[in-house]
DNA sequence: GATAGAAATGTAAGCGCTTACATCTGGCGC
DNA sequence: GCGCCAGATGTAAGCGCTTACATTTCTATC
């Protein structure tokens, strides 16, 4: 079934099929009912490649990703896909890992597959080399490059993000006002929003010039799944002699973590241990008391990417950086402070 | 930069170089090496919509899942996704969200962007009434169909899924032996495996006449990630009266949700009250005390799906539904019974 | 060294669509 | 009634690749 039964069908030449199929201007309204008539009458469906080949592109977009298990990205990715199916396009998934040279294959085999713009979600694809980048650059020379939560200086890359730095910041002297001064920061990532989250604690950390030394700050490497073992790391900490009587956690997970540390070192929560996560994912309300974590906005910021993507496709001139400010949801790890009154505060800034 | 320019720069036919492309036998090794060579030095990358049209293929399957943002559907939809492109094929995926009618309409997407097969990522997509598979059928007459966790007697449509009768009927036994009588089986789905696990609830207590009147059975239906409200339903089922020391859940969700309400009702768990849930995901490990929970091996499930999709791509002959059975991990919500001893049993059966 | 047959290569006809350009209408003003 | 123009339709040339079939080039055999 092609578009020359269609034309055979209808009485008339492709080039009128096609222009049916193209919503052209220029065909009657006559012979436009007919041939949409004989299409639904027959069943026919376009042939996707040759449109893509005549047309030069599939309306399909590229999405990295690199593990889509993790709840955190996998929620993104679900956002983002809704709403470019809901401009029509569809969404190649590449789920890539954390290796660097397994992002850039991937990313080859997307433009390779002729998408029509790339997004990657989650900081973790750029690096802090430079050089390590470039793989960016190279496929925003072909095609425009969304990413999320992290941001590069590059032509054709565009960036929407939320204020990590200020968020963990503010959380810091949240607790530092709450009165407790041996808060460590447990981390998982080197990602461009792990290090804007880092610089956070420790600017704020050391504006208070409150850590003897330096501040204290644990890296955490194993498994984003594998509480226990986060647990394990914690203890490890205090047994090492560094006690704490705060966390400040890079995600939900580790927070979630630290909460279980507390409870297993006979600490009360929030009274004599106090949380603050990143994320505020259904995890935040697992556990017992529930978490105090900082929701950054996922659904405003992906809104917010596919928004911008569409004004690219569309041609037009787009911000190429667009950070949100976070939001502390306070619940049961930490106790109330006289700066809880948030202040107004815009709550997006563009930058060309 | 197309097939002409690489053949002229090469001093070869297109079909040369077009054999070297698909790796047909019939080139000397010379002129291989000599077009791999321009092509390596033009950065030459074939067109994949042209490549499409002539092979009818671009090696991609579509990937359709209600809710990726769902922990499990997303850690499923991960593991395929690794799977395939561990094969070169790519993804397309489609959340359709939980309602028929967007299910028919994104399948009918995917099949007119010419996917070689569709995966159906969940039992949700079979539906009780015949009729509303139809748009299944209909997928599978166009193109092998594979559905993970559901089954369906129907032309070109191949199942792989974990026996959930069986480890709810087992869970139930486990949990009755244990001393318990007033059970609650908590549950969100009315999909292909939730009829199945409810069954395998109700077949074991019907079996040993325990309830009274009917099992006690309730229908959770709001947001997968509210756990207060599902804390709040279980709170109003004692409140009308009907108390139960013991919860099977159909999910980590409701089982977390569980545990929080025995927390707050004041019973100890496991002394006075067990849980046992389902799925065993990394929730599993989030709450005090953590679940016992039902692992039905998604990572063996996912893996076998895809061997058998590319058992059927290449024409062989396939299993229309194999069945796993899964396995009880026994953690702080339940206590220790006799019946701990898991009797060895065929892990996994298949069916023509 | 002639020759058959295998191996390597080339030619050209698609694949199903888009679209620039050519052609054909019909309605309008004069 | 004529010419003109705009709007509707048709013609045909691609898009970049695959592949059946034709042709050429080896290789081995006698």
Redesign the interface.
């Known amino acids: 079934m092609t578009i020359y039964d269609i034309s055979e069908k209808a009485g008339v030449s492709i080039a009128t099929v096609s222009r049916v199929l193209n919503g052209s201007q220029s065909v009657s309204e006559k012979t436009r009912q007919k041939v949409l008539d004989v299409m639904e009458q027959c069943g026919y469906?376009?042939?996707?490649?040759?449109r893509?080949?005549g047309l030069?592109t599939?309306q399909?977009i590229g999405?990295m990703c690199a593990?889509?298990?993790d709840?955190y990205l996998?929620?993104a990715?679900?956002?983002i896909?809704?709403k470019l199916?809901s401009r029509g396009y569809?969404?190649?998934?590449?789920?890539t890992g954390y290796e660097l040279e397994a992002k850039e294959y991937?990313m080859n085999?997307?433009?390779?597959?002729?998408v029509d713009s790339i997004i990657l979600v989650g900081s973790n694809f750029v690096y802090e080399r430079e050089e390590d980048n470039r793989y960016i650059a190279e496929a925003a020379s072909q095609v425009p490059v969304m990413v999320l939560n992290a941001a590069m200086d590059t032509p054709n890359v565009y960036s929407v993000m939320s204020d990590d730095y200020t968020s963990i910041y503010n959380a810091t002297r949240e607790m530092v006002a709450g009165g407790i001064r041996d808060i460590l920061y447990f981390y998982n990532s080197h990602s461009y929003s792990g290090r804007r989250k880092l610089s956070g604690f420790q600017a704020a950390m050391e504006e208070q010039a409150l850590s003897g030394g330096a501040p204290l700050v644990e890296f955490y490497r194993g498994s984003h799944?594998d509480?226990?073992a986060m647990v394990r790391h914690l203890r490890a900490v205090r047994d090492a002699g560094k006690e704490f009587h705060g966390v400040i956690a890079a995600d939900d997970?580790l927070g979630?973590a630290a909460v279980?540390y507390a409870?297993e070192a006979g600490y009360r929560v929030p009274e004599d241990f106090s949380v603050i996560s990143y994320n505020n994912s259904?995890?935040a309300?697992?556990?017992?008391p529930e978490l105090t974590s900082i929701d950054n906005k996922l659904e405003t910021l992906c809104e917010h990417l596919v928004a911008t993507l569409f004004g690219i496709l569309e041609g037009k001139e787009m911000p190429k950086k667009t950070v949100f400010s976070g939001e502390t949801v306070r619940r049961g790890t930490t106790r109330r402070t006289a700066s809880d009154t948030e202040q107004a505060k815009p709550i997006c800034t563009h930058e060309r």
């Open positions: 469906t376009p042939n996707a490649f040759a893509g080949l030069n599939m399909t999405i593990d889509s298990s709840p996998a929620k990715v679900y956002y896909e809704q199916r569809d969404s190649l998934l590449s789920c991937s085999l997307l433009i390779t597959k002729k799944e509480i226990h997970t979630l279980k409870a259904m995890l309300c697992c556990c017992q």
